[in-house]
């Protein structure tokens, strides 16, 4: 199984909403990533989670906020976001074990739109 | 600064041709180079791995070259395919320190029936 899985795809919500972007991963990968893509831009990193812990936070806003329940689960909960926030949301995984040379496993990606 | 630069921005190509996209990059020091296809609205998905002792590696249709001295690499797409048409983002990352790759801003093509 080399697939990290994003749920949901699609999300529409308004600015006083709470809402949860899923990611779940089987491959043992113990490094998370939560990255923010704008059309037409390469992926920003966002977070970091190594061996379940937040190792790397870009600044991001704390109406962004990470959670790494267990080895193969990321979750990233939405509170009061802005419109300028509506992007697709990607989640990457890989095995810390392989060094600098490992592969990113993207998931998916959840579009998210806020109104 | 590490920074990864691509050019061309954006290509367009007719079913059946070949093309060359280029990454210069200065990041340092330098552990590997990966070139990723994102097709729209889709994760990104790793094509080839560049080390510092590699110059040449092909997967299929797609050969990447690395020229570490220079610190450019290029990915040839040879007959495209209108199933090409993506973006295509060089990554770099560094030797020491957390893994945290430098995207480059990627290339846009489009193969044209």
């Known amino acids: 199984d080399t697939e990290v899985t994003q749920t949901p795809k699609h999300l529409v919500m308004g600015m006083t909403n709470k809402k949860s972007l899923k990611c779940e991963q089987h491959?043992?990968?113990?490094?998370m990533y939560w990255y923010k893509q704008k059309a037409k831009k390469p992926p920003e990193l966002m977070f970091v989670y190594s061996y379940e812990k937040l190792s790397i936070n870009e600044s991001v806003p704390s109406r962004f906020s990470p959670e790494c329940p267990n080895s193969s689960l990321l979750n990233l909960h939405l509170h009061a976001l802005q419109p300028e926030d509506s992007a697709l949301y990607l989640c990457?995984?890989?095995?810390?074990?392989?060094?600098?040379?490992?592969?990113?496993?993207f998931g998916e990606g959840s579009r998210l739109t806020v109104l | 600064k590490n920074q990864v630069e691509q050019s061309p921005q954006s290509l367009i190509i007719l079913e059946g041709k070949n093309c060359t996209l280029q990454c210069n990059y200065t990041v340092s020091p330098f552990s590997n180079l990966r070139w990723y296809k994102q097709d729209t609205g889709r994760g990104p998905v790793s094509l080839t791995i560049?080390?510092?002792?590699?110059n040449t590696k092909s997967n299929g249709r797609y050969t990447a070259t690395l020229d570490a001295d220079t610190k450019q690499s290029s990915l040839h797409i040879t007959a495209s395919q209108l199933s090409d048409s993506a973006s295509y983002i060089c990554v770099v990352t560094r030797e020491r320190g957390s893994y945290i790759p430098t995207f480059g801003r990627g290339t846009s093509l489009i193969v044209h029936p």
């Open positions: 491959m043992g990968h113990r490094a």
């Open positions: 990457a995984s890989t095995n810390p074990r392989t060094g600098n040379t490992g592969e990113l496993f």
């Open positions: 560049m080390t510092f002792s590699e």
